[in-house]
């Protein structure tokens, strides 16, 4: 019996110390522009994708050298295939962030715990990609 009870304050305290990520998005935005936090108005877009808002980086081929050689050849492919952004689409949750006079797309995450074991919902990290400044 006790376990039980030890085991529902557990999770009303490991619940009781998430972060929304909507709240690190506003948090994050009021910082970068000074914003108070009560003039800040957050909404998720879940039609967007962040990865939208980065430069696409140049596509081609790998220098011949490189392409005559199956070994060099397979190491570009996967060094193509890291640059990619498609990843970072199924991590981040994509928010409008708007106030003073400003507005941005932005994406944000629960990043990866210390123990590198799930996410730490105790927090939010947010970025806003270099195409996101709406204005």
């Known amino acids: ?28 935005f009021a910082k970068e522009f000074s914003c108070p936090l009560n003039r800040v108005e957050v909404t998720k877009r879940s039609d967007l994708r962040i990865s939208n808002y980065f430069p696409k980086l140049p596509t081609g081929e790998p220098p011949s050298e490189v392409a005559a050689d199956p070994e060099r050849l397979a190491k570009w492919i996967v060094d193509q295939a890291s640059h990619s952004l498609g990843a970072i689409d199924e991590n981040m949750d994509v928010y409008r962030v708007v106030g003073c006079d400003h507005e941005v797309i932005m994406g944000c995450a629960h990043p990866q715990s210390h123990d590198g074991v799930g996410a730490d919902y105790s927090t939010a990290t947010c970025i806003t990609p270099p195409l996101g400044k709406l204005k």
Not at 6 to 13: N, P, S
């Open 1 to 28: 019996m006790n376990v039980t009870y030890g085991f529902t304050l557990t999770m009303m305290f490991s619940l009781g110390n998430c972060k929304p990520l909507a709240t690190g998005a506003q948090e994050h």
